[in-house]
């Protein structure tokens, strides 16, 4: 049985109290990524999970239901771009030089554009399914 990730952007505008969601991103089933942002099916994991971040969009909050889905976390910005910058060193390593970071590249390129626009709290909100 396969494990699936499902994932957000997230921002709060300046001046606002609740944050935003941005975009889902799929990442299809990429182990690798999955072991290090939260230890789910992977090798080695960078960031253990955090469960939700408080003042997390309220529609998305009520999507999460612990009896269908396990190890909700977040990542900021810098920390998406220190999984990106490792799974490449992995995929190096283990010499699959044709798997690339792009996907994972562009997002945290488009967080940090966010960041750049004053956007605060730009997270990366995740969880798994089976």
């Not at 792009?102 to 909100?125: D, K, P, S, T, Y």
Request: charged share 25%; hydrophobic share 40%.
């Amino acid at each position: 049985m396969g494990c699936d990730i499902h994932a957000w952007v997230e921002y709060r505008s300046s001046g606002e109290s609740e944050a935003q969601v941005f975009g889902e991103i799929w990442f299809g089933r990429n182990y690798e990524l999955f072991g290090l942002i939260a230890g789910v099916r992977g090798y080695e994991m960078l960031f253990s999970p955090r469960g939700l971040p408080e003042g997390m969009d309220s529609m998305l909050a009520k999507d999460f239901d612990p009896k269908c889905y396990h190890s909700a976390s977040y990542l900021s910005t810098s920390e998406l771009s220190t999984v990106c910058e490792r799974l490449s060193e992995i995929y190096r390593e283990d010499g699959d030089e044709e798997r690339d970071v792009a996907q994972l590249a562009a997002v945290v390129a488009a967080m940090r554009e966010l960041e750049n626009l004053g956007c605060e709290q730009v997270r990366l909100i995740f969880w798994f399914d089976s």
